[in-house]
């Protein structure tokens, strides 16, 4: 609560405990019984409260059966010591009031009481008590709507927060470190009116309340397929990241370059590592939309078809694909989750196969044949994409010669990529 500066508003709070005070200085300790009281006075002058104890009390109250002025003749003589009646006299030893002496708590102003019609500077001024916030005693149906018209804007139906990478290169931890990417985001499109954000950052139980209104209202698109993602959500608190309910992905335009100089492997590549990493959300995600699905162009092809969408397939929640028809991009998804069942259910065999040959007598388990379709981690690949995607770009073998017909050699073992590639995926 704040007071207007240069006035003097007096609180009283008679018989506090001792023990909630710091009786004397650390190097100085007093003695004292923690089970005595007290009459203390407090001033609050601009936003400080200042605590002594008046004349009369400071000569007649006892601690241990020594006056509180004994008691101020005990500590060293540089300790100033504020008079109330006189407040330009400052005092190295008894019949002085406590400034320093005694420290109020400050997580328990409730203690204080204002006295109504106290004097200041030749002025009554009542000041109100310390009560409870009254928006916070509002219900919370009402807080809810105040939170969502200072988080929202009523002319924007749907904000977009786009996360990419900055254009000028980021920096090093050292000279011989690693590059590490600078995370930027930017809404689209353009509020006509401000986000009141400052109002997170009141307390919080402001924040944990009115986050999910704001969070509930923006999409998160991917603008970056490298790597951006994971540097994102490590920015995020653990409450914010489970608020992320909608995701945008946007299908790399270089997948559908399938001319001689094309070279759509690595788009492919990073576009299945992000998807991954999006799939680390599926049990929180409500919807995932996808831009760049073009049925006329590259999907003539079968093999990128399927790198684009079983990836898709490993996130769990409903797709929407914006202007394309629905329906026929939800029966190519339906199609390709089942190419992946078949994919999984012919590996499952082979392993059988081949333990048995290897004269094995334990076979592989269902589950552990299952999770060969979710775990990225024993692809050799992947390893080497853990142990960074760019300075290892040339043991992916992927050259300027390579043609859309390798495409189905390079990225076969990235046909079962799972939520659980997510977390390991590098920070470029």
Same mark, same amino acid.
């Given at each position: 609560?704040?007071?207007?500066?240069?006035?003097?508003?007096?609180?009283?709070?008679?018989?506090?405990?001792?023990?909630?005070?710091?009786?004397?200085?650390?190097?100085?300790?007093?003695?004292?019984?923690?089970?005595?009281?007290?009459?203390?006075?407090?001033?609050?002058?601009?936003?400080?409260?200042?605590?002594?104890?008046?004349?009369?009390?400071?000569?007649?109250?006892?601690?241990?059966?020594?006056?509180?002025?004994?008691?101020?003749?005990?500590?060293?003589?540089?300790?100033?010591?504020?008079?109330?009646?006189?407040?330009?006299?400052?005092?190295?030893?008894?019949?002085?009031?406590?400034?320093?002496?005694?420290?109020?708590?400050?997580?328990?102003?409730?203690?204080?009481?204002?006295?109504?019609?106290?004097?200041?500077?030749?002025?009554?001024?009542?000041?109100?008590?310390?009560?409870?916030?009254?928006?916070?005693?509002?219900?919370?149906?009402?807080?809810?709507?105040?939170?969502?018209?200072?988080?929202?804007?009523?002319?924007?139906?749907?904000?977009?927060?786009?996360?990419?990478?900055?254009?000028?290169?980021?920096?090093?931890?050292?000279?011989?470190?690693?590059?590490?990417?600078?995370?930027?985001?930017?809404?689209?499109?353009?509020?006509?009116?401000?986000?009141?954000?400052?109002?997170?950052?009141?307390?919080?139980?402001?924040?944990?309340?009115?986050?999910?209104?704001?969070?509930?209202?923006?999409?998160?698109?991917?603008?970056?397929?490298?790597?951006?993602?994971?540097?994102?959500?490590?920015?995020?608190?653990?409450?914010?990241?489970?608020?992320?309910?909608?995701?945008?992905?946007?299908?790399?335009?270089?997948?559908?370059?399938?001319?001689?100089?094309?070279?759509?492997?690595?788009?492919?590549?990073?576009?299945?590592?992000?998807?991954?990493?999006?799939?680390?959300? @599926?049990?929180?995600?409500? #919807?995932?939309?996808? =831009?760049?699905?073009?049925?006329? +162009?590259?999907? !003539?092809? $079968? *093999?990128?078809?399927?790198?684009?969408?079983?990836?898709?397939?490993?996130?769990?929640?409903?797709?929407?694909?914006?202007?394309?028809?629905?329906?026929?991009?939800?029966?190519?998804?339906?199609?390709?989750?089942?190419?992946?069942?078949?994919?999984?259910?012919?590996?499952?065999?082979?392993?059988?196969?081949?333990?048995?040959?290897?004269?094995?007598?334990?076979?592989?388990?269902?589950?552990?044949?299952?999770?060969?379709?979710?775990?990225?981690?024993?692809?050799?690949?992947?390893?080497?994409?853990?142990?960074?995607?760019?300075?290892?770009?040339?043991?992916?073998?992927?050259?300027?010669?390579? @043609?859309?017909?390798?495409? #189905?050699?390079?990225? =076969?073992?990235?046909?079962?990529? +799972?939520?659980? !590639?997510? $977390? *390991?995926?590098?920070?470029?």
């Amino acid at each position: 609560m704040a007071y207007p500066h240069y006035k003097t508003v007096e609180l009283r709070r008679n018989h506090i405990p001792v023990g909630l005070f710091t009786l004397g200085y650390t190097s100085h300790p007093l003695e004292y019984d923690p089970n005595a009281y007290i009459p203390i006075t407090g001033c609050c002058n601009g936003s400080r409260v200042h605590l002594y104890v008046t004349y009369d009390d400071f000569e007649s109250f006892l601690v241990n059966g020594r006056t509180l002025a004994w008691l101020a003749d005990q500590l060293p003589p540089y300790c100033g010591w504020w008079l109330p009646s006189e407040p330009r006299n400052y005092r190295s030893n008894k019949r002085v009031a406590i400034r320093d002496f005694f420290n109020i708590p400050p997580e328990d102003p409730s203690r204080w009481a204002l006295l109504p019609g106290t004097h200041s500077e030749g002025t009554n001024m009542v000041v109100p008590a310390w009560k409870k916030s009254h928006l916070l005693s509002l219900p919370k149906e009402l807080r809810l709507e105040i939170w969502k018209w200072t988080l929202t804007d009523p002319s924007v139906p749907e904000l977009v927060v786009n996360i990419g990478r900055e254009k000028k290169e980021a920096y090093q931890h050292s000279a011989t470190g690693p590059v590490v990417p600078r995370v930027i985001t930017w809404l689209e499109p353009r509020q006509k009116c401000g986000l009141g954000l400052g109002l997170l950052q009141t307390n919080r139980f402001i924040y944990e309340e009115a986050l999910p209104l704001l969070y509930r209202s923006v999409r998160f698109a991917l603008v970056d397929h490298l790597g951006i993602f994971p540097l994102f959500l490590g920015s995020l608190s653990t409450h914010a990241r489970s608020l992320i309910r909608h995701i945008k992905l946007q299908v790399p335009r270089q997948i559908y370059d399938i001319d001689i100089f094309g070279d759509p492997a690595m788009p492919l590549f990073h576009w299945a590592v992000t998807c991954a990493q999006v799939a680390t959300l @599926s049990g929180q995600l409500r #919807d995932v939309e996808v =831009e760049g699905l073009f049925m006329d +162009s590259g999907f !003539s092809n $079968a *093999s990128i078809r399927r790198s684009i969408l079983f990836p898709l397939c490993k996130i769990k929640t409903r797709k929407l694909f914006g202007k394309i028809n629905n329906k026929e991009a939800d029966s190519l998804l339906a199609s390709a989750e089942q190419e992946l069942e078949v994919k999984v259910a012919l590996r499952k065999e082979r392993a059988e196969a081949e333990a048995v040959a290897d004269g094995s007598n334990e076979p592989e388990s269902a589950e552990s044949a299952s999770e060969d379709g979710d775990n990225l981690t024993i692809m050799p690949s992947v390893e080497v994409f853990k142990r960074g995607l760019t300075p290892h770009m040339s043991q992916l073998h992927i050259g300027e010669g390579s @043609s859309v017909d390798d495409i #189905d050699t390079l990225l =076969e073992d990235w046909d079962v990529i +799972s939520y659980k !590639s997510g $977390a *390991s995926t590098p920070r470029c």
